[in-house]
T-cell receptor, first 110, second 112 residues
């Protein structure tokens, strides 16, 4: 069974700082998705990466897929309090179902 | 579209009682997923349906859990009898042909 490992588990920073969170696997991802979950709500899809080496940008968020498709990172520039939440990576496991990592819980203090 | 709609948002019940959670997926989506989220175990897939047919229920904890999808616009997750260890947030999500998931807002279940 492929395991998704996310790091760090918790991250608390000041507004305006940059940060990077990671998602790693013991084997090759077919594709990878990043979600953000705010308290009291369900996860919301941010991006899907498919191709090794792929980089996608979503405003201040930059997503990178490793060349070997075994790791991915999410970089946030100039973090804002609105970025606070649980960041989850997820991999398509077999058919349509996805397996999620444990997440990185980010707190951005004003 | 109103998104994935789950009900109730909160449920508090006594141990031994039957609990039914409901989900209305996004119209046109052909896959539906039930997840459970706890601090200890994160998001766990319980079961998923494709075109209303259960495909993988290996994540269902035990026989006390059952799920149905009688039509494309409705699914239920039932726990009978409920136990305190079932306390968690239960999410329903839907997708179309392998695309990204759209999650509902979840049902927070507390079994006392």
């Amino acid at each position: 069974t492929q395991l998704l490992e996310q790091s760090p588990q918790f991250l608390s920073i000041q507004e305006g700082e940059n940060l990077t969170v990671y998602c790693n696997s013991s084997s090759v991802f077919s594709s990878l998705q990043w979600y953000r979950q705010e308290p009291g709500e369900g996860p919301v899809l941010l991006v899907t990466v498919v191709t090794g080496g792929e980089v996608k940008k979503l405003k201040r968020l930059t997503f990178q897929f490793g060349d070997a498709r075994k790791d991915s990172s999410l970089h946030i520039t100039a973090a804002q309090p609105g970025d606070t939440g649980l960041y989850l990576c997820a991999e398509r496991f077999g058919g349509d179902d996805m397996r999620f990592g444990a997440g990185t819980r980010l707190t951005v203090k004003p | 579209d109103a998104g994935v709609i789950q009900s109730p948002r909160h449920e508090v019940t006594e141990m031994g009682q039957e609990v039914t959670l409901r989900c209305k997926p996004i119209s046109g989506h052909n896959s539906l997923f039930w997840y459970r989220q706890t601090m200890m175990r994160g998001l766990e897939l319980l079961i998923y349906f494709n075109n209303n047919v259960p495909i993988d229920d290996s994540g269902m904890p035990e026989d006390r859990f059952s799920a149905k999808m009688p039509n494309a616009s409705f699914s239920t997750l039932k726990i009978q009898p409920s136990e305190p260890r079932d306390s968690a947030v239960y999410f329903c999500a839907s997708s179309f042909s392998g695309g990204g998931y759209t999650f509902g807002s979840g049902t927070r279940l507390t079994v006392v």
